[in-house]
């Protein structure tokens, strides 16, 4: 997955559920992230980046607590397939399962 699509994907989560920054960011830090809150923060708002790592540890953090709270939408990690989304990006060939034909 492309770092941007997973930023807009796991912001649109944290979005959705109304999740605290705050408590994320203390769960994503006891996951091994080391990104700053107002790093976070500014990813979320999509005015910063972060490495793979980083991003994984927060789509991990936003996961468990979806898990936790019964939310169903859950934020995708750096290695999650987008091609079903947007399969233009992808072997014309290839059948399209959402496809009739």
């Not at 559920?17 to 500014?42: P, T």
């Not at 072997?91 to 959402?98: L, T």
Request: include cysteine; glycine fraction near 6%; proline fraction near 6%.
């Amino acid at each position: 997955m492309e770092a941007e699509d997973q930023q807009a994907l796991t912001g649109a989560v944290i979005k959705e559920h109304r999740l605290d920054l705050a408590q994320l960011w203390l769960e994503f830090v006891g996951l091994g992230g080391d990104a700053s809150e107002q790093l976070i923060r500014e990813y979320c708002a999509g005015e910063a980046t972060l490495s793979p790592k980083e991003r994984d540890a927060l789509a991990q953090a936003v996961n468990e607590h979806c898990v936790a709270e019964g939310l169903p939408l859950r934020a995708p990690f750096s290695g999650s397939a987008l091609f079903l989304l947007r399969p233009e990006r992808h072997d014309p060939e290839r059948k399209d399962p959402y496809s009739s034909k």
